[in-house]
């Protein structure tokens, strides 16, 4: 190689392994950048409904588009694909402007039916509105406004049934009895005010919902707030009769209105005093948040700058990459390695973005990525997966579909109290569990996902204390991705 190429070659590996703004830039992130921008911009506007054939198409050709990045064919190839997603997007969002004017009342019941909760309250009604506002859709990108627009009355009408049923479902009856609740706990004699606010409330969405089955937004709040202040009153009246039940002062109150400020305060740096009263120490706090928001603006601008920064560089190495030409075959291995790795690692920060403290943490073992889900608990001595922790598996399951070709371990442990065998058994009956969960909604075989109990042998954290032995309870699902044994020695 000639002197002058060899410098070039080595001005550009400096900017791509030393500069760690550049190297989190995969070749994938700059290729499919403004696609991503579109898709999501897409994604944001409801196009799988307001256009659902543009966007079928649209997510249609991504889908292959990825694939084929992902399979290492050609660049210009998979560009070409990704041109076939952005037509397919620019008719997508024509589509969508014609709803929004064609459909313009479908949409609004549609809007006010997912505010009252309508889907999980009300999923029989919302499912058959759904199925109309689709045929409304399509018949609207077909051209045929005057059937869209009749199919579109149709699922208003729909809409505006599951509001109603939601809205009675979620806040209305719940309130009513709750309020039967603060009847018969005799809650009027501590938290009068709010109770009867609460029955004002509840009385008034009762009028509403009766007068106008066609315009339930207030009722929608009404009910709403008569369910806030029902719970309200309830726990007024037990924390009132706690008091009471103590023999505790005014003194003792006020102290303790004063803990929740106070604590507050020293987590953003504040020492609040309270000799002045509670406003003195509550201003304070607001003017150190609104501290802390400015300071959070000036802090994305220079992310901003050095965003533009590493711009300015890109079209550097842009430009350096056109001088030099064709590399040689070891330059182009250690190049193609170079850019896997950082495929790898922005794939795992993402999956890692998807979950939060509190269900759980991505972590890497070597090449193995383990998914520590600390959100997901069972009832003691059970192994039954409960509905509530599906949407948490449900981002399991996106998980596992970003590693495709990779073998799964689902390990289960638990804390130590309990003997040594049940306490694996128990772990082993938890894994297995959500084993059989991913299997049944992934279509996975069972020779690529395994369960295996450890019982009490591998803790994380101390038994010592209670927040160590709930870390210990945990599920890990182990990830061994397919690049495993091709990475080594990197």
Not at 290 to 297: A, G, P, Q, S, V
Not at 369 to 374: D, G, N, S
Request: proline share 2%; net charge positive.
């Amino acid at each position: 190689m000639k002197p002058c190429m060899k410098l070039l070659f080595f001005m550009l590996f400096s900017l791509v392994t030393l500069n760690p703004a550049f190297s989190q830039q995969s070749l994938r992130e700059r290729t499919f950048a403004k696609t991503d921008k579109q898709m999501a911009q897409a994604k944001e506007k409801d196009a799988a409904v307001l256009a659902p054939q543009s966007f079928t198409k649209a997510a249609e050709f991504y889908r292959k588009a990825d694939e084929e990045f992902r399979k290492g064919r050609n660049i210009d190839q998979v560009r070409k694909r990704l041109k076939q997603v952005d037509s397919y997007l620019v008719r997508c969002r024509e589509s969508i402007k014609m709803a929004e004017v064609a459909l313009a009342k479908t949409i609004s019941a549609r809007n006010d039916a997912i505010s009252a909760g309508a889907a999980k309250f009300s999923d029989e009604e919302w499912n058959k509105a759904e199925l109309k506002f689709l045929e409304a859709t399509k018949k609207l990108e077909k051209g045929s406004a005057k059937s869209a627009k009749s199919k579109g009355g149709e699922a208003e009408a729909l809409y505006r049934l599951a509001e109603l049923t939601a809205i009675k479902t979620n806040f209305l009856t719940p309130a009513w009895t709750l309020l039967e609740k603060a009847d018969r706990a005799k809650v009027e004699k501590n938290a009068e005010k709010t109770l009867n606010r609460a029955r004002e409330l509840a009385k008034l969405a009762e009028d509403l919902l009766r007068q106008n089955r066609y315009d339930n937004s207030e009722a929608r709040k009404n009910a709403q707030a008569a369910k806030y202040e029902a719970a309200h009153a309830i726990y007024l009246n037990e924390q009132i009769s706690r008091f009471k039940d103590a023999d505790m002062k005014f003194e003792d109150v006020y102290l303790i209105s004063e803990k929740p400020i106070s604590k507050i305060g020293n987590a953003i740096g504040v020492a609040a005093a309270f000799d002045k009263g509670l406003e003195v120490p509550t201003n304070l706090i607001i003017e150190k948040i609104n501290e802390n928001r400015n300071n959070l603006k000036k802090a994305l601008k220079i992310i901003e700058k050095r965003n533009n920064q590493i711009a300015s560089l890109q079209d550097k190495v842009k430009s350096l990459e056109s001088k030099l030409g064709s590399l040689t075959a070891a330059e182009q291995s250690l190049r193609d390695k170079l850019e896997k790795k950082r495929q790898r690692e922005a794939l795992i920060r993402d999956v890692s973005l998807m979950f939060t403290r509190e269900e759980g943490r991505v972590i890497r073992d070597r090449e193995n990525i383990i998914i520590r889900l600390y959100g997901l608990t069972f009832n003691v001595g059970q192994a039954v997966i409960e509905p509530r922790f599906f949407s948490l598996l449900t981002k399991v399951q996106n998980s596992l579909k970003k590693f495709p070709n990779s073998s799964i371990v689902i390990e289960g442990h638990t804390d130590s109290r309990g003997s040594a065998e049940n306490n694996r058994r128990l772990s082993e009956e938890r894994a297995n569990a959500v084993k059989q969960y991913l299997i049944a909604n992934m279509g996975l075989s069972q020779e690529v996902i395994q369960a295996v109990g450890y019982g009490k042998s591998r803790p994380i954290e101390s038994n010592e204390t209670k927040a160590g032995r709930a870390k210990n309870r945990r599920i890990d699902v182990v990830i061994i991705p397919s690049w495993a044994k091709d990475t080594a020695g990197m």
